[in-house]
Structures are given as structure tokens and as C-alpha cells.
């Protein structure tokens, strides 16, 4: 049986970093329905993935169309709606994970499966942290919320391919024993 291709799902490429990442625990965002979440960093020279996240975005608005027309007479243009892909540079420019990088917030009621290089199945929550790079299984879809409309980004499934520099200004235990000196412990 071949795969259907479905137009508005995405496979981020390998250099994407987890920001904000909420993949173990749904977490309620000022009194909203929990959910899982991750801010994906996608560099701008990633054009790859950009085209791809461009084209799930224009197919997400094209199927929404029922959706985001309503009640009203006629389907508001893409242009004007609130899409999921960002621009860091504009939208962070204090940040330096985000420099030079567009970004999205993915977010979704169930769990997203996560896993490995190898696609070996991830249990230990400390391997996944904002600052890992990997690759984000998502997928666009339109919505219409009492009159806020768009398109917006849902969380499927996550790979870490590699350790990154932790952000937020929290370092890894790891780290910081790696090189104490015992020695020093009782002086």
C-alpha cells in the first residue's frame, strides 16, 4: 500500500532546535485546555524546510476554506491571517537562539512520540530539552475560534538527533560535574 501524501503535514529538517519544550505533560496556557508543546527553531538558510512549511501552510488554508469563511460571504485572503511561521529576528530580536531563524509554536491534546536517532523510542525526559536539535513531525490546519481565524500548527511526533547548548540560562548536571575536582570538595 502506498503512503498518501498528505499536503499539509510536515517533516522539519535535521538543524531545527526545540525551544519551549513541553513534550512529557500537558500544561494549561492562562487557564486553557492542557496541551504539549514545542517553539520550533528552523534556520533561515534551511530553505528546504521553509518552501515545505510555506506549502503546508497554503494547503492548510486551501482545505480550511468552509472553515474560515463562517458565516461571513467570502473566504478572507491568506494574507491577512494569522499563520504559524515567524520571524525571530522581528518577533525576538533579544534572543540569539532565535537570530537569523524563523520559528513555530506546535502544539496538540495528545502526546507527541519521541525518539532517537535511530528511531528508538526516548523515555528519559532529561534527553529532551529546550536547545536539542532534531526533527518535528507537524501539520497545519485552519481555524476559526469566535471570529479569530488562521492557520495554525499541530505537534505529531519528535526525533532528537543531537544535543544542543541548553537555553534559558539552565545548565545540564552533566555539565557542571563533569569536571569538579574532589579533591577541593572538604577545602
Given at each position: 500500500?502506498?503512503?498518501?501524501?498528505?499536503?499539509?503535514?510536515?517533516?522539519?529538517?535535521p538543524n531545527t532546535r526545540f525551544s519551549y519544550v513541553n513534550a512529557w505533560e500537558a500544561k494549561s496556557v492562562n487557564g486553557g485546555?492542557?496541551?504539549?508543546?514545542?517553539?520550533?527553531?528552523?534556520?533561515?538558510?534551511?530553505?528546504?524546510?521553509?518552501?515545505?512549511?510555506?506549502?503546508?501552510?497554503?494547503?492548510?488554508?486551501?482545505?480550511?476554506?468552509?472553515?474560515?469563511?463562517?458565516?461571513?460571504?467570502?473566504?478572507?485572503?491568506?494574507?491577512?491571517?494569522?499563520?504559524?511561521?515567524?520571524?525571530?529576528?522581528?518577533?525576538?530580536?533579544?534572543?540569539?537562539?532565535?537570530?537569523?531563524?524563523?520559528?513555530?509554536?506546535?502544539?496538540?491534546?495528545?502526546?507527541?512520540?519521541?525518539?532517537?536517532?535511530?528511531?528508538?523510542?526516548?523515555?528519559?525526559?532529561?534527553?529532551?530539552?529546550?536547545?536539542?536539535?532534531?526533527?518535528?513531525?507537524?501539520?497545519?490546519?485552519?481555524?476559526?475560534?469566535?471570529?479569530?481565524?488562521?492557520?495554525?500548527?499541530?505537534?505529531?511526533?519528535?526525533?532528537?538527533?543531537?544535543?544542543?547548548?541548553?537555553?534559558?540560562?539552565?545548565?545540564?548536571?552533566?555539565?557542571?560535574?563533569?569536571?569538579?575536582?574532589?579533591?577541593?570538595?572538604?577545602?
Amino acid at each position: 500500500m502506498a503512503n498518501k501524501v498528505i499536503r499539509t503535514k510536515v517533516i522539519t529538517g535535521p538543524n531545527t532546535r526545540f525551544s519551549y519544550v513541553n513534550a512529557w505533560e500537558a500544561k494549561s496556557v492562562n487557564g486553557g485546555t492542557p496541551k504539549f508543546s514545542v517553539s520550533l527553531i528552523i534556520p533561515k538558510d534551511d530553505l528546504a524546510t521553509i518552501t515545505k512549511i510555506k506549502a503546508a501552510i497554503q494547503a492548510a488554508y486551501e482545505e480550511g476554506e468552509a472553515k474560515l469563511k463562517g458565516t461571513g460571504k467570502t473566504v478572507p485572503p491568506l494574507a491577512v491571517l494569522k499563520t504559524p511561521l515567524r520571524d525571530g529576528d522581528l518577533e525576538r530580536p533579544d534572543d540569539l537562539a532565535y537570530a537569523d531563524s524563523y520559528f513555530i509554536n506546535a502544539n496538540s491534546s495528545t502526546a507527541p512520540n519521541i525518539v532517537d536517532a535511530d528511531c528508538r523510542k526516548i523515555v528519559d525526559h532529561s534527553e529532551i530539552y529546550s536547545g536539542v536539535y532534531g526533527r518535528a513531525s507537524i501539520n497545519m490546519y485552519a481555524f476559526n475560534i469566535n471570529g479569530n481565524k488562521g492557520i495554525a500548527c499541530g505537534l505529531n511526533n519528535l526525533q532528537k538527533l543531537r544535543d544542543g547548548e541548553p537555553l534559558g540560562g539552565r545548565s545540564r548536571a552533566e555539565d557542571d560535574f563533569a569536571t569538579v575536582d574532589d579533591e577541593d570538595f572538604l577545602n
